[in-house]
């Protein structure tokens, strides 16, 4: 578990527990990622919900939840990262490098060596940031959002 002070609020970063928290983080990845572009619900999950290891970012003072991310392994042994949102109005606080270095952690600490994401161009700056690499130009969701495939190595 992580915490950081993001603005005066404690932020902590660890698997969602209740029933209520599952629901309030499938419900975060909707609002950021899918809503906006009338996605219908339930495009917000895969078939991978079960095997991946998934993390949220609680505000310890009122126990919401404000980002999320997810990993899983892929068959060739590399780990994907994928969902992650923060809710808008907590964004630039550092909430995001929290849960990627969380979901990043989770891969070195089992010797997976190479991380991969698509990531949203809009977010490339981010992950730049944090020592991903562009690949190459990947596909274009809902005929608006475009992505790269990035890849960061282990150290
Ligand atoms: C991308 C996202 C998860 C980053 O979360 P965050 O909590 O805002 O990130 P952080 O505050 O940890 O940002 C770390 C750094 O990246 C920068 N950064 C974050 N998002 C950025 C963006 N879209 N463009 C440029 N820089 C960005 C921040 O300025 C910050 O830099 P600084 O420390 O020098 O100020 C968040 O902006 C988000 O949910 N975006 C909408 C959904 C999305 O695009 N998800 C990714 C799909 S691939």
Request: aromatic residues 10%; proline residues 5%; contains cysteine.
């Amino acid at each position: 578990m992580q915490s950081s002070n993001a603005s005066a609020e404690t932020i902590v970063v660890r698997s969602p527990r209740t029933p209520d928290e599952w629901d309030a983080y499938y419900a975060l990845r909707y609002r950021v990622l899918r809503q906006p572009w009338g996605a219908p619900p339930g495009s917000e999950r895969d078939e991978l919900e079960d095997s991946a290891v998934h993390r949220i970012a609680v505000e310890a003072s009122t126990g919401r939840i404000v980002g999320c991310g997810r990993i899983h392994q892929r068959p060739d042994g590399t780990a994907q990262i994928r969902f992650m949102a923060v809710a808008e109005d907590y964004r630039g606080r550092g909430i995001g490098s929290m849960l990627l270095e969380s979901l990043q952690q989770w891969a070195w600490e089992r010797g997976i060596a190479t991380i991969v994401l698509y990531a949203r161009t809009t977010a490339i700056p981010f992950y730049l940031q944090h020592g991903y690499r562009v690949v190459e130009r990947a596909h274009t969701l809902y005929g608006a959002i475009e992505h790269v495939l990035m890849e960061k190595r282990r150290a």
